[in-house]
């Protein structure tokens, strides 16, 4: 990121001059909503107010060894049914406590029943004191990534509609399963992982890359995305197929900018867009700190269009 446009300085350069010669997939571009599922908290509610609002999408964190958590399933089938078109996916579901089949199952029920509005997000892993508190594996690195790629067959598997399935792998097991139902839309798995290994898998098999800017700020977004396009070339597919989604987290704010991501909902419009078309990245699932309720109405009546508004602009300019 410039820092004429990360710091909301009013230079007035494109982004397509500031971002010279980094990539832009050419996705349409979709906003979402991350939910942390504090027990306490109006869940429901603010996920119908995303709904009202236009957003594309709620995220909602899988964490089930946090006691002041619901279960990040259970939350996503009330949500989808006390909302009419806003689609949900667990960002990410905690692999090592969700049996792939078994989540493969969950995701194509609740899709079935929400007429299509589920996609699925997917973690290698974290935290392995509390999961294996929880009566999960520890996992090395290694290990967790090769679960990762054997968990996308599987769940790939389970929504193939095969009669029986059969998968024999180090960490995953299928001996003539019966999948179904089969779910009501091609479900996209996104992989939140940030690894070499890790990013060659997403390029290969899956359908869309899930980082947080806390982990990946946009100066490492380009190589980051590299990784992902050699894989995919490599397997044979189009590297823009894969959609790339960003958990940005920050606050909107009336006043000056204090860095990037914190600043008035004018700051947040341009450094988005610049995201957009000059690091490659389509939708943006929002985690805003502070009273939820304004920030999720700013993001979504002040953010949210300007950014369609100035990424229609710079691809068309």
Known sequence: MSPERATGSGNNRTSREVLAGMGDYGRDVEFGYF????????????????????????GVQDHPYQRRYVDTWTLLSVIAAGTERIRVFPDVANLPLRPPAVL?????????LSGGRVELGLGAG????????YGGPRRTPKEAIDALEEAVEVIRGVWSGEPALRFEG?????????PGPAPAHPIEIW??????RALALTGRLADGWLPSSGWAPPESLPGLNARIDDAAAAAGREPRDIRRLYNVNGTITDGSSSGFLNGPADQWADELTDVAVGYGMDTFVFWGEGDQETQLRRFAEEVVPAVRERVAQERAG
């Open 35 to 58: 939910l942390v599922p504090n027990a306490g908290d109006p869940l429901l509610r603010t996920a119908q107010a995303a709904d009202r609002l236009g957003l594309d999408l709620i």
């Open 104 to 112: 493969a199952k969950s995701a194509a029920s609740l899709d079935l």
């Open 126 to 133: 974290g935290f392995w004191d509390a999961i294996e508190a």
């Open 170 to 178: 180090a960490h995953y097991r299928l001996k003539g399963a019966k």
């Open 191 to 196: 992989l939140g992982v940030r690894g070499p």
